[in-house]
């Protein structure tokens, strides 16, 4: 059974760096036919797909997010990692880990096999 498990601070500070950590298990992210992607819904809007990292660690942003997504893994503990600086309020949105079988940008849920349960962040001062 794979699981994904979302973990990081609930609330952050405008400007400041948001900093979330998917934990797996049940699989490897080195696994190289899938691929470990970060996704949020706002409130109220619809899912967003906001980058994948692959099995060898290459890593693909969304272009609206590029310039201040970062994602990494540490095979180690079997994690991988958003850091998502310089947040404003409207990045309010429960944030999503999910597998996907295939590379995709898209928000569609039926192209995710496992997610985790998501997390609240709150930005706010």
């Known amino acids: 059974q794979v699981q994904l498990q979302e973990s990081g601070p609930g609330l952050v500070k405008p400007s400041q760096t948001l900093s979330l950590t998917c934990t797996v298990s049940g699989a490897s992210i080195r696994t190289e036919t899938y691929f470990w992607n970060w996704l949020r819904q706002p409130p109220g809007k619809g899912l967003e797909w906001m980058g994948v990292?692959?099995?060898?660690?290459?890593?693909w942003y969304s272009p609206s997010l590029k310039n201040r997504l970062s994602i990494s893994r540490d095979t180690s503990k079997n994690q991988f990692a958003l850091q998502l600086s310089s947040v404003t309020p409207e990045d309010t949105a429960v944030y999503y880990c999910?597998?996907?079988?295939?590379?995709?940008?898209?928000?569609?849920?039926?192209?995710?096999?496992?997610w985790g349960q998501g997390t609240q962040v709150t930005v706010s001062s």
């Open positions: 999910a597998r996907s079988p295939l590379l995709s940008t898209t928000a569609t849920s039926e192209e995710y096999d496992y």
């Open positions: 990292i692959s099995g060898s660690g290459s890593a």
